[in-house]
C-alpha cells in the first residue's frame, strides 16, 4: 500500500499561498521540492493551474503547465476551467498559453458560458479576440506534410510558425499586417506559397459542417487578401538591381495608400474601397457572416469597413472610444505620443513616421506654441523628426 507524501499536504498549501501573494520564487521553491504532479487541489477543487491563470500570472501558468499540470481538469463547483478563470482575468498571454497547453475554447461552466464569454461578460476584449481567434498549430501544420500524390508540401515546414503566428493576431488592421510581415520577412518572400494554403484552410474551415467558424473563414480569407496586395506592391517595386535597399517600400507604398484621407480631411475611403473589395471577394456568400457584413456595410450611415471587419473577427467592442489607438495602424494603448501637440498617439516612432505624411498639416495646427516641457520617454520629437521625414514622406 502506498502511504502518502508526508510533504504533500504542506506543498499544497503553500503553494496556493505562494500564488496568492503572486511570489514567484517562493513559488519555484515550492515546485523545485516537490517531485510529484502539480494538480494540487483546494478546499473548493479548483486547481493550482486554475488559480494561477485567475491571478492572471504567465510565469506560474507556464511552469504548472511545463510540469504537465492538467489544462482541463478541475472540480471547480460550477464547472470553471482553468481557461474561464484566465479570461476572467484579462490576461490574453495566460489564455494562449492554456490553448497551446490544450484547453477547450468551447468548454462551458454550469450556467453555459464558455470562456470568451465570461471574458466578455467583464469586459476583457482583448482576450475575447484571444480565444475565438485560437487555431491549433496543428492546423497549420497539416499543410506542412505532403498530401496524397503531393512530393512537396503547400507550405514549407519553416513556414508553420510564422504563420501560426499571424493567423493568431488580434489587431487586423492592415498596415500592422504590413508591418508584421515586414518583420517577417520569409512569409512575405513566400506570399504566394501563403496566400494559397490560407485560402484553402478557409475553403476546408467552410466545409466542416456544425464545426464550421465562419468567422475564422473570412479571417484566412482576410489575411490571404492583404498578403496578396501587399506582395503585388512588392513585386512592381522590385528593380532587379538594389532590391535589399528598398526595404521600407512596400509598407510606405501600401500605407499611403490606405492611410490617405478622402475629400472630407479624415475619412479612409481608399482604405474603404480596398476592404470592400475584399469582403466582396469572400467566397462563401450564402453564409451569415457575409450577409451580415454587407448588411452592415450598405447600410445608411455605415460604419468605415475596418470597423466592420474587425467587429466580425473579433466580436462587438464595448467602450471602444476609452481605449486609444494608434493613429498608423490600430494598436490599442499604444506607448507614445507626438510631442508636439500630443493629440494623437503610435506604437513607435515607425508608426509616427508612416503617418506623418497625414498628422503634418494637424500637428501644425494643434499646436502653434513650441512645448516648453518635454516627457521625453513618453513622447517622440515631431520637430526632431520632421526634418528627418522631409526626405522620407516628401509628397
Ligand atoms: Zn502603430
Ligand atoms: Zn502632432
Not at 493550482?48 to 463547483?77: C, F, P, T
Not at 458560458?113 to 476583457?124: D, E, I, K, T, Y
Not at 504566394?192 to 464550421?212: A, F, P, Q, Y
Not at 473589395?277 to 468605415?304: A, G, I, N, W, Y
Request: proline share 5%.
Amino acid at each position: 500500500m502506498e502511504t502518502k507524501n508526508e510533504d504533500t499536504p504542506t506543498a499544497e498549501k503553500t503553494i496556493f499561498d505562494a500564488i496568492a501573494q503572486g511570489d514567484l520564487a517562493e513559488f519555484k521553491n515550492i515546485l523545485a521540492q516537490h517531485k510529484g504532479g502539480v494538480d494540487f487541489f483546494d478546499e473548493n477543487g479548483m486547481t493550482a493551474l486554475q488559480h494561477a491563470a485567475y491571478k492572471g500570472n504567465k510565469d506560474m501558468v507556464q511552469l504548472l503547465l511545463d510540469r504537465g499540470a492538467d489544462v482541463n481538469s478541475g472540480k471547480h463547483e460550477y464547472n470553471y476551467t482553468a481557461l474561464h478563470f484566465g479570461a476572467l482575468s484579462g490576461s490574453s498571454d495566460v489564455c494562449k498559453l492554456l490553448l497551446d497547453a490544450g484547453a477547450k475554447p468551447t468548454a462551458t461552466n454550469s450556467v453555459g458560458r464558455s470562456a470568451a464569454q465570461m471574458a466578455a461578460f467583464v469586459g476583457n476584449h482583448h482576450t475575447v479576440a484571444t480565444i475565438n481567434n485560437y487555431v491549433p498549430r496543428s492546423d497549420i501544420a497539416y499543410f506542412s506534410v505532403p498530401q496524397g500524390q503531393q512530393t512537396e508540401p503547400y507550405l514549407p515546414p519553416f513556414l508553420v510558425e510564422p504563420l501560426h503566428k499571424l493567423v493568431l493576431g488580434v489587431n487586423i488592421h492592415p498596415v500592422r499586417l504590413a508591418l508584421n510581415l515586414q518583420h517577417t520577412p520569409i512569409l512575405l518572400e513566400n506570399a504566394e506559397k501563403v496566400s494559397k494554403v490560407l485560402e484553402m484552410m478557409c475553403k476546408k474551415e467552410m466545409s466542416k459542417g456544425s464545426e464550421t467558424n465562419e468567422v475564422m473563414a473570412f479571417k484566412y480569407h482576410y489575411l490571404a487578401y492583404i498578403i496578396r496586395e501587399i506582395n503585388n506592391i512588392r513585386d512592381k517595386q522590385k528593380p532587379a538591381s538594389d532590391k535589399d535597399e528598398k526595404k521600407h517600400d512596400v509598407v510606405e507604398i501600401f500605407s499611403k495608400k490606405l492611410l490617405k484621407p478622402g475629400k472630407d480631411g479624415y475619412s479612409l475611403d481608399l482604405m474603404d474601397t480596398f476592404l470592400k473589395d475584399c469582403v466582396r471577394e469572400f467566397p462563401f456568400r450564402e453564409c451569415t457572416t457575409f450577409h451580415q457584413m454587407v448588411t452592415s456595410l450598405t447600410s445608411k450611415d455605415s460604419p468605415p469597413a475596418l470597423t466592420v471587419i474587425n467587429c466580425t473577427i473579433n466580436g462587438q467592442r464595448g467602450f471602444v472610444d476609452a481605449i486609444p489607438y494608434c493613429s498608423t495602424c490600430g494598436e490599442e494603448k499604444p506607448a507614445k505620443k507626438c510631442s508636439k501637440c500630443k493629440t494623437v498617439q503610435y506604437c513607435d516612432r515607425e508608426c509616427q513616421r508612416l503617418h506623418w505624411f497625414v498628422h503634418k498639416k494637424a500637428c501644425n495646427r494643434e499646436s502653434s506654441a513650441p512645448v516648453a516641457t518635454n516627457n521625453a520617454k513618453l513622447n517622440i520629437d515631431a520637430n526632431e523628426l520632421s526634418s528627418e521625414l522631409q526626405n522620407l514622406v516628401a509628397g
